[in-house]
């Protein structure tokens, strides 16, 4: 019997922090209920964002017909968002799994999909993710760095990918799911920088259903200096930053038209 995508509150709201926003099953690979999976697919989880440091959590597959566990993985979120269970090996053709997933200390929630496998292998992502604009913004007075990208996500056959974007020495600033050839905007502020840094290079990354990642081309922009004022940020003259970055953006793609 397939299982939808369910979720069940592991433990009651008063039993964890209401500071403390524990991370939940953002989305799975394969998707619920998906039938004809590769038999090579290694099952995943992107988990949401969360602020409850370094909480564990355990990915479990399971032969539904037999009710015998194939694999199952413990995953600190603190290492990453993305918590694969791998098989080790193919899968068995014309199967149909169950896929759980749950936090151990039992403050979030547990989630459990079925699939069903085909006969053949993962056809793979139609080409490659692309950065189509960046921009950058550091601000003098949080010697933070805070970034809006348009990355274009390659088609997949094999339902939905797991997408990823960072810079140099930091490769997972934002996470998102993509289904499909597709433009989406992904944004992320990183702290601690003592003074701007000259560019910075952006990638993104784009994982199939057998854990393979696909990488962009760098695309390396110099960052525009703001700096905070009565609660928000300006730039010179007073812009926004929320009207800059859609200036920057903007330019970005002017800049690719003129390519």
């Keep these: ?39 090579d697919a290694v099952p995943a989880a992107l988990l949401s964002a969360g602020d409850c440091g370094g909480q564990d959590w355990t990915g479990v597959l399971i032969d539904a017909g037999t ?3 194939v694999a199952s993985v413990t995953h600190t979120v603190a290492e990453g968002r993305v918590i694969e269970v791998d098989p080790g090996a193919d899968l068995a053709p014309n199967t149909t799994y169950t896929l759980r997933f749950s936090p151990d200390d039992g403050s979030g929630e547990l989630t459990e999909i079925g699939f069903t496998t085909g006969t053949g292998t993962a056809a793979g992502l139609d080409g490659g993710p692309t950065v189509e604009s960046a921009a950058v913004v550091y601000d003098t007075s949080t010697a933070g760095l805070s970034f809006q990208v348009e990355a274009g996500m390659a088609g997949s056959e094999d339902g939905p990918t797991i997408v990823a974007f960072g810079v140099e020495g930091e490769d997972s600033l934002d996470w998102t799911s993509a289904t ?21 290079c952006v990638t993104v990354r784009q994982r199939d259903i057998t854990g393979a990642w696909s990488e962009s081309p760098s695309d390396c922009v110099a960052p525009e200096i703001v700096r905070s004022e009565g609660g928000g940020c300006n730039v010179a ?11 920057l953006l903007a330019a970005g793609l002017a800049r690719r038209a003129r390519r």
């Design 1 to 39: 019997m397939l299982l939808a995508f369910a979720s069940l509150a592991l433990a009651d709201v008063a039993a964890f922090p209401t500071s403390c926003l524990p991370p939940t099953v953002f989305v799975t690979s394969p998707a619920p209920l998906a039938t004809n999976v590769p038999v």
């Design 67 to 69: 009710g015998a566990e």
């Design 180 to 200: 499909g050839p597709m433009v989406v905007l992904l944004s992320a502020q990183s702290w601690d920088f003592a003074e701007a840094p000259e560019e910075v």
């Design 237 to 247: 003259g007073g812009t926004p930053i929320s009207g800059l970055f859609g200036l």
